[in-house]
Antibody, heavy 120, light 112 residues
């Protein structure tokens, strides 16, 4: 069965960076785009960007351009999202989500989420 | 401010039907049949309920249905059950150069 398992909660200081991992199993990792979506406490969902695990190509939401880097390691079927220059308003749960088609923006499987807390 | 507009809350009694709207523009909802709906219970990851406007993934109850007219998509839940109480989010592919996917602000469904 398809599973996306994310790394554990993180606490970071303002200005630091955080790297969240998402290990995929149960399907061919390179066959599906992986997206990252975040959710601030009590707020809605926000799309951050996506990576093509096959090519490594990425697309980022303009809001995060220059601060976010999405990578992957195909040898261990794992995607990564690194966010730098953290601010307090980056405190959120970060999800990875698999997209069954490249264009539609549908996410059929989600990771369990990783809480990132930014606090001095 | 979210790119897609949803009502903040809706409510209904068990057995009733409710509809949640999701309004966008011709660059997203109105321009493509790529609207999805997600259900999220507190502390849990979102779950895909509807994709490509009106398709249900395997395992999702047929009490959930989706439709679209112009720039507005809708999710209808019939025969409301207590377990349907959750937050619901719509999303759409967008042709915006700054985004690939846009979400609605979410709707809290309360089953009375």
């Amino acid at each position: 069965q398809v599973q996306l398992v994310q790394s554990g909660a993180e606490v970071k200081k303002p200005g630091a960076s955080v790297k969240v991992s998402c290990k995929a199993s149960g399907y061919t990792f390179t066959g599906y785009y992986m997206h990252w979506v975040r959710q601030a406490p009590g707020q809605g969902l926000e799309w951050m960007g996506r990576i093509n695990p096959n090519s490594g190509g990425t697309n980022y939401a303009q809001k995060f351009q220059g601060r976010v880097t999405m990578t992957r390691d195909t040898s261990i079927s794992t995607a990564y999202m690194e966010l730098s220059r953290l601010r307090s308003d980056d405190t959120a749960v970060y999800y990875c989500a698999r997209a069954p088609t490249p264009v539609a923006g549908t996410f059929d499987y989600w990771g369990q989420g990783t809480l990132v807390t930014v606090s001095s | 401010q979210s790119a897609l507009t949803q009502p903040a809350s809706v409510s209904g009694s068990p057995g009733q039907s409710i509809t949640i709207s999701c309004t966008g523009t011709s660059s997203d909802v109105g321009g493509y049949n790529y609207v999805s709906w997600y259900q999220q219970h507190p502390g849990k990851a979102p779950k895909l309920m509807i994709y490509e406007v009106s398709n249900r993934p395997s395992g999702v109850s047929n009490r959930f249905s989706g439709s679209k007219s112009g720039n507005t998509a809708s999710l209808t839940i019939s025969g409301l059950q207590a377990e349907d109480e959750a937050d619901y989010y719509c999303s759409s592919y967008t042709s915006s150069s700054t985004l690939n996917v846009v979400f609605g602000g979410g709707t809290k469904l309360t089953v009375l």
